[in-house]
Every structure is written in C-alpha cells, then in structure tokens.
C-alpha cells in the first residue's frame, strides 16, 4: 500500500461479504445482458473486482469471492426454481420476465442466498436492500424489493420466521 492509500483501512468481513452480494447481481445481470457464461464472467469479476487492497475513490472494494462464487452458482443451477419463487411474491400481471433486468438479477442473486447458506434471512433481506439502494438510489424500488424478498424468503425459509 502507498503512502497516499494509508489512511484507508482494509475492508471488514462484513464489507467484503456486501460487496460480493453487489458484484453478484453485477454478473448475473451481465450474464443475461452478453449471453455469457457464468465461469467466464466470474472470471472477469474475480480479475478485476477481487483481491484488491483498498477502496481506491469509492470505486471498488475487495468482496468475498467464496459468497460470490456460492450466489452466483446456486443462481445459475436454480434459477427456475428461484424465478418461480419470484414469481409467486409478485403480482400476478408482473412475472419476473416483466421487471427490468437489474431487479431480475438481484432477486435471482438474493434468491440463490436464501435456498444455499444459513445467513438468516433478515440479513440476506436488508442487504440486496441496500444493493437496489445502490442501483436505485432515488427510485422506491428498495421497498419492492423488501416485500418481494420477505415473501420469497418465508417461502425459502419458513423455519426463520
């Protein structure tokens, strides 16, 4: 690290672990977007978004690439049965081939956490929260995106609950 970059500290586990869950949705919706494969994008993710030291500008952060490996596999591998769970917590005239591909790839990459790891599902909730925050600062799409993950995870999870 240089000199310019010490007064910077390493990201928490806790901010390795919400970065993950953003470039998560990042690749997913890239995926959908260039008709990649999910091995190829990872690896474009784990060349350019993981093991970096530092937050340089607010631009990256270093995310925990054993979670963003996990989202990204289970959403892949499940994905109809995430997008059937997805479609079930909307409303009937919305399926999720209706929604905007951003908000696809976050319920698909929150969806993929909530049926592969033990993080509660409070936690998994208010953290792709705060990704539509990220993608949708202005917008009400984080409260949407609240009550579509509090419906899929009672259907995930219903022992959390």
Do not use: C
Request: hydrophobic share 40%.
């Amino acid at each position: 690290m240089t000199d310019d970059h010490a007064h910077l500290k390493p990201p928490s586990k806790r901010d390795m672990k919400s970065a993950a869950r953003l470039y998560a949705v990042q690749a997913l919706f890239q995926m959908e977007a260039s008709d990649m494969t999910v091995d190829k994008v990872r690896r474009q993710f784990y060349d350019h978004f993981f093991g970096l030291e530092t937050e340089e500008e607010g631009l990256f952060i270093d995310g925990n690439a054993d979670l963003f490996h996990e989202i990204t596999e289970i959403a892949v591998n499940d994905q109809v049965k995430i997008d059937q769970m997805t479609d079930r917590a909307l409303v009937a005239k919305w399926p999720i081939g209706r929604i905007d591909s951003t908000l696809r790839a976050l319920f698909r990459a929150a969806g993929g956490e909530l049926i592969s790891t033990r993080t509660p599902p409070k936690v998994v909730i208010n953290e792709f929260v705060d990704v539509a925050k990220a993608f949708y600062p202005e917008g009400k799409e984080s409260k949407f995106v609240n009550a579509v993950l509090d419906h899929m995870a009672r259907e995930a999870r219903p022992d959390a609950f």
